[in-house]
């Protein structure tokens, strides 16, 4: 009986003790951003966002109940995605239209300090280097009208990565983390699309987000279970051979 209480109190502490680094993903749909300024292209009106959306890793400790707790570190964002037809200008003048895909290369990282904010893609005072977000590019864009020339060499086609630079920091916001379900979040997130062509210019913009849980998953540390479980086997073995020297039957 005294093993059996000693083995719950040694499991109970390397549990605990692996609680610090447990997270909790939580997913967003970004569908509700509001504007995607390319250009001078904003979308909407210009266009439509017809799904968006990225995953937070976040670390967490598990609370009375079953509750998650944010806890202050390293977090990271990663599996955004974006797809958006661009449908902007006038008939006859100059009108643009055709579809863009982006989807996040990578993970990035970045210090989540006050349990509210993670700023990417500049150096983190005393948290080293954090990681700006790389995004993978296909758009095929093109335009009829009178004044395309003007607008742009079209027909546009992108097909490539915008690396993650350190030159473009940006943060994104985090409310409600502690209960499942009403999670959000929002920022500003810069970016830069690939030129079109060697002799091209990359087209500058910006992509203001706005989004809400949809799924979250709690994840304990893998560390923790592998302390506890050579620990749980050594001690019901020795809890089986006090019984047996006992004579007591198993």
Request: proline share 6%; aromatic share 6%.
């Amino acid at each position: 009986m005294h093993c059996m209480r000693f083995l719950v109190l040694v499991s109970s502490t390397l549990l605990a003790a692996g609680a610090q680094a447990d997270t909790v993903g939580i997913d967003f749909d970004l569908g509700n951003s509001t504007t995607i300024s390319l250009g001078g292209v904003n979308i909407p009106p210009d266009g439509t966002i017809h799904s968006m959306g990225a995953s937070t890793i976040l670390p967490a400790i598990k609370t009375g109940g079953g509750a998650t707790s944010v806890q202050t570190g390293s977090a990271q964002l990663k599996s955004f995605t974006l797809d958006m037809t661009v449908d902007a200008g006038t008939a006859f003048v100059a009108h643009i239209f055709g579809p863009v895909i982006v989807s996040q290369v990578g993970t990035a990282t970045g210090p989540f300090t006050n349990t509210q904010s993670v700023m990417f893609g500049q150096l983190g005072t005393g948290t080293g280097t954090t990681g700006g977000v790389s995004l993978f590019v296909d758009a095929y864009l093109d335009c009829t009208g009178l004044f395309c020339s003007s607008v742009g060499n079209f027909p546009i086609d992108i097909y490539g990565t915008n690396p993650a630079s350190a030159a473009q920091p940006f943060t994104i916001f985090l409310a409600g983390l502690n209960t499942p379900g009403a999670a959000s979040v929002d920022g500003t997130m810069p970016i830069s699309l690939p030129p079109a062509t060697s002799l091209g210019t990359p087209t500058t913009g910006a992509i203001f987000l706005m989004g809400t849980e949809v799924s979250r998953t709690y994840v304990p540390e893998p560390g923790a279970l592998a302390q506890l479980v050579p620990g749980a086997i050594a001690l019901a073995g020795l809890s089986r051979r006090r019984r047996q020297s006992r004579g007591i039957s198993q």
